[in-house]
């Protein structure tokens, strides 16, 4: 069955960093777009990062700069390294895996989300 399975959420303080994981596992993993998602109480779940098969990324404008995804195909792992964090950057994130089939319908997967909270 397919996984994405997040970690690495918590508390930290306006400024910090933190690293989000998410593992994924029964599909092949190399074969879709992976992205990182967030949804703070009370507001529509929001792209926040991209990462294309070909390893091309894209970023919300607001975290330009200071958030990074990444991805190790050969590990099923991709990766949202958060720095300068604002308090609203306060959210769940969620691991998501895209493929576009020109033969199949589109393919969609979901985690369960972490929660990242930022705050003094």
């Known amino acids: 069955q397919v996984q994405l399975v997040e970690s690495g959420g918590g508390l930290v303080q306006p400024g910090g960093s933190l690293r989000l994981s998410c593992a994924a596992s029964?599909?092949?993993?190399?074969?879709?777009?992976m992205s990182w998602y967030r949804q703070a109480p009370g507001k529509e779940r929001e792209l926040v990062a991209t990462i294309t098969t070909g390893d091309l990324t894209n970023y919300k404008d607001a975290v330009k700069g200071r958030f990074a995804i990444s991805r190790d195909n050969e590990k099923n792992m991709v990766y949202l390294q958060m720095n300068s964090l604002k308090p609203e950057a306060t959210a769940v994130y969620f691991c998501?895996?895209?493929?576009?089939?020109?033969?199949?319908?589109?393919?969609?997967?979901w985690g369960q989300g972490t929660q990242v909270t930022v705050s003094a």
């Open positions: 029964g599909f092949t993993f190399s074969l879709f777009s």
């Open positions: 998501n895996a895209h493929r576009i089939s020109t033969c199949s319908p589109p393919l969609d997967y």
